[in-house]
């Protein structure tokens, strides 16, 4: 359950616990990274898998910035920097997996306190066909963290067959 679960309009607590499992999925292949492969580039310009695991919750503050323009909250006129350069992560896997279960715990309690109302607003900034709210949650800020958890996948799958 999902904290502030007992307030929560029926959609937010939903996205709230797909988001949930979309961490708890995440963080357990992240803990499965052997310590070798943690900051291995696997190819020339392609992130090791920390990198992927740092990303993660460097890019949901991002995405909940989004949200909180999107219900008018007062936030910076500029959107939070994303670092992508960089193919490593001075980060341990411990934490990495400590940033992004606080990044979620912030992102669970945003979630939790939206109401249906906002849920509906449509997106800021302005994203394709007027996407609303709940769309950018599931498809931005939960999707991203399952397609990292896959990144991650493949990459420990080819490093192992090496």
Same mark, same amino acid.
């Given at each position: 359950m999902v904290p502030g679960a007992s307030t929560s309009s029926p959609i937010a607590l939903r996205l709230a616990n797909d988001l949930k499992e979309?961490? +708890?999925?995440?963080?357990? @292949?992240?803990?499965a @990274? %052997?310590? $070798?492969?943690?900051?291995? @580039?696997p190819?020339?310009?392609?992130?090791? /898998?920390g990198k992927d695991a740092e990303h993660v919750s460097e890019a949901a503050i991002y995405h909940q910035w989004i949200v909180r323009l999107t219900i008018g909250e007062k936030v910076s006129s500029r959107r939070p920097a994303i670092e992508r350069r960089s193919l490593t992560t001075? =980060? #341990?896997?411990?934490?990495? !997996?400590?940033r992004l279960a606080e990044r979620t715990e912030q992102g669970l309690r945003l979630i #939790?306190? $939206?109401? +249906?109302?906002? $849920?509906? $607003?449509? #997106?800021?900034?302005?994203r394709a066909?007027?996407?609303? =709210? #709940?769309?950018? !949650?599931? &498809? @931005?800020? !939960? %999707?991203?963290? +399952? =397609?990292? &958890?896959? !990144? /991650?996948e493949a990459k420990r799958g080819a490093r192992a067959s090496d």
């Open positions: 979309a961490a +708890d999925a995440a963080i357990a @292949v992240i803990q @990274v %052997e310590p $070798l492969l943690w900051n291995q @580039v190819a020339p310009g392609v992130w090791a /898998i001075s =980060l #341990t896997p411990a934490e990495a !997996i400590d #939790t306190g $939206l109401t +249906d109302e906002q $849920l509906q $607003l449509v #997106t800021r900034p302005p066909q007027s996407q609303r =709210l #709940t769309a950018t !949650i599931e &498809r @931005v800020l !939960i %999707e991203h963290y +399952d =397609l990292h &958890r896959r !990144i /991650i």
